[in-house]
């Protein structure tokens, strides 16, 4: 059921606000949306004017829209991406931030027939390598210097400053090779010239990760900070872990990245147990992930409160944090006049039997499930990917990266 093309007032009725920030109490409350898409009235038994229409929450969650700061959306323009319909706004999701699927040289593409068209808003990360993630992992968009063009991903950023928020690059040894850590050095004097921040994905050396996290400066990410990968993993290393709890301190983003190979339920255990949160929480969703381990924003939300992390933390992270890396207003999203952009959602009992990055299994006490995503005066009902049955071509997919040869 969606209420997409009826612009009558919405009333939510009965939601429980969390994830607004200080000052916004978390009981029920009703929310009254106008026609024109804005935030009309907060409060107690709000009457519905003549002809609203009415979503009864019945206790349920309302937060800001969800953020999903790391997906992969150039759907035909990339091998690895998926269509933004699929991890968006029916899973809860507001805006789908794309991490670097499009460089300078297929960019425009990627605004024009996916970010324009979209239902959610879309952001991205502009790769460093000119040709993105066309071929991803196998051709690599940083062999050498011929793969970056500063001049032209420079100007590529200035062309679109509505839309590319921030450089993205991959760090790891699958990637850049010999090349090493050069390619990061780069990205962060392209970004620095933009002032923009960098996002950085690190995996198996080189570079190691500590180098990388020595370039850095706050505002820039680390995505896939909680992979399980020898020589990446922070965990293994104290040294690694005290470097990424400073940088942490010190403003430089840590982001969950789940991805296919690229998140650990002991990483994340044992960093949450020692008070190293991640900054954003985010999916890493993409074709060879989505259907394994990943599936959609909810369940990773799920897997980060299931090793320790708390439920207020788990929205922030989740909704203002990554709002806040790409510039969007963080306050007064529930205050009369304000264009609605909201997640209504349940937190169940659970006993889903679920998998990390690693193929570990682990079991979901409580599971974070949207069932309404609320854009201006539109309201859509949401749900939970739910993956198909495990086919014999899945089974046969790489355990890191879940590539499946045969397709
Ligand atoms: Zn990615």
Redesign the pocket.
Same mark, same amino acid.
């Given at each position: 059921m969606t209420f997409q093309d009826d612009s009558s007032p919405l009333l939510i009725a009965g939601a429980k606000p969390v994830g607004f920030g200080r000052g916004v109490p978390q009981e029920a409350t009703d929310i009254l949306i106008g026609g024109d898409g804005r935030i009309a009235a907060v409060g107690h038994s709000l009457q519905a004017p003549d002809g609203a229409r009415r979503i009864d929450a019945k206790g349920a969650y309302v937060s800001p829209g969800w953020v999903d700061l =790391?997906? =992969?959306v150039w759907h035909g323009g990339t091998d690895i991406s998926i269509k933004p319909q699929v991890c968006g706004i029916e899973r809860g999701v507001t805006t789908i931030v794309d991490?670097?699927s499009a460089g300078e040289a297929n960019f425009h593409g990627f605004r024009e027939y996916i970010i324009e068209p979209a239902r959610e808003r879309i952001k991205a990360f502009l790769n460093i390598g000119s040709i993105g993630l066309v071929a991803c992992n196998r051709v690599s968009e940083l062999i050498d210097m011929r793969s970056i063009d500063i001049d032209r991903t420079i100007a590529c950023v200035e062309a679109n400053r509505d839309i590319i928020i921030g450089i993205k690059v991959r760090a790891s040894g699958v990637i850049v090779g010999a090349w090493g850590i050069t390619p990061v050095k780069i990205a962060k004097k392209v970004a620095k010239i933009l002032k923009l921040p960098l996002m950085v =994905?690190v995996g198996e050396p080189p570079p190691v990760f500590d180098e990388v996290l020595e370039i850095l400066g706050p505002g820039d990410v680390v995505?896939h900070c909680f992979n399980g990968k020898a020589a990446a993993n922070i965990m293994e290393d104290e040294d690694l872990f005290q470097l990424a709890q400073r940088c942490a301190n010190d403003g430089i983003r840590l982001d969950v990245?789940h991805?296919g190979a690229s998140f650990s339920f002991k990483v994340a255990e044992l960093a949450v147990q020692r008070g190293l949160l991640p900054f954003s929480i985010s999916t890493?969703l =993409?074709a060879r992930s989505l259907d394994n381990p990943v599936w959609d924003m909810g369940t990773t939300m799920s897997k980060l409160l299931s090793v320790g992390m708390p439920f207020e933390a788990v929205i922030d992270a989740s909704t203002r944090a990554p709002m806040e890396v790409i510039g969007l207003p963080t306050e007064n999203l529930l205050s009369p006049g304000t264009r609605a952009e909201f997640t209504v959602f349940e937190v169940n009992d659970s006993d889903l039997s679920i998998v990390d990055s690693m193929g570990y299994n682990a079991h979901l006490p409580r599971l974070i499930e949207p069932i309404w995503t609320i854009l201006g005066h539109e309201a859509v009902k949401a749900s939970r990917y739910v993956p198909p049955r495990k086919s014999a071509l899945e089974s046969s997919a790489c355990p890191h990266c879940g590539w499946i040869n045969a397709r």
């Open positions: =790391h997906a =992969h991490a670097g =994905h995505t990245g991805g890493d =993409h």
